[in-house]
């Protein structure tokens, strides 16, 4: 019953994960408000509980909409961030570094000064260095630089993090931190220029299936590894972080599973039925040879485990690209 009449501030609520966490919230009582862009004034994704959210168009890096949004709430839950892909973030690592320290600073500084009760820091799992022991434990999150590809956005979050224990010891604010693992699932971007890996090689496959061409270009090499976590999942994750985890110490949010590229690709031409040759680019880079958390905290400090099954959670993803046709960004 925690949730029941809590006034709850969801930044990036219509976002990919944001969406979901918010019709979780909405389910169990909440009285749920968003901050988020809001662009060409469309509500993404949950459009139809225009009627039981509150919805804020505006900018997250702006102190005075900021703490407008975050007055007279009892919850902040900052899933704002400006993400993008592997290649997206190589050649933006100044923007992503700046625009994600800018949200981070002035979220937190507003919840402190509104006096919210408690506040969420969400991180993410691109903090780790190249080369972090396998399966990451999140004593490895300020270990080297973070890997490099994800420079701007991986010190970004680090820093948001300090933020969240420094915010926690000084004024006394109770501030969870979590780090979510590559999530997929419906809604995800598709964009080529920004999306990652899953919702690009889904539409790499179901675009060369639908002109019957007799190759699919993947890039790297397909030796390196991932893991991923299904939408719900992640959902389910955050709000259980926020009712039941407000130490300032960092957790893993994952799946615990792991999956090499090549083998995540097969997967994917299988479930959408191309039959074509997979060729790899190898000029491109593979990025983290591997990436793979260590989830046990989650579980023993919240309970958390992830329940949805890898290719049962890409079928639904392909399924609802499918049904939304969508072959350019979505």
Known sequence: MFWKNKRVLVTGGTG???SFVVEKLVKRG???????????GKIKNIGYLKDAVRFIKGNCADMDTARKACKDQDVVMNLAAHVGGIEYNRFHQATMLRENLEIAAIMIEAARLEEVERYLVVSSACIYPRNAKIPTPETEGFLDEPEPTNGGYG???RVA??????????YG???GIVRPYNAYGPRDHFDPASSHVIPALIKKAVEAKQSNSSALEVWGTGTAS???????????AIALATLKYDKSDPVNIGSGMEISIKDLIEKIVSIVGFKGQIVWDKSKPDGQPRRCLDTSRAEKEFGFKAQTDFTLGLQKTIDWYLSKNIHSDN
Do not use: C, H, N, P
């Open 16 to 18: 990919f994960i944001g």
């Open 30 to 40: 909440a009285s749920v408000s968003v901050l988020d862009t809001l662009r060409d």
């Open 155 to 157: 010190w970004a979050k």
């Open 161 to 170: 993090e300090k933020l969240g224990m420094y915010y926690a010891q000084e």
């Open 173 to 175: 604010m109770k501030i």
């Open 226 to 236: 991932r893991e991923f976590l299904y939408v719900e999942d992640a959902a389910k």
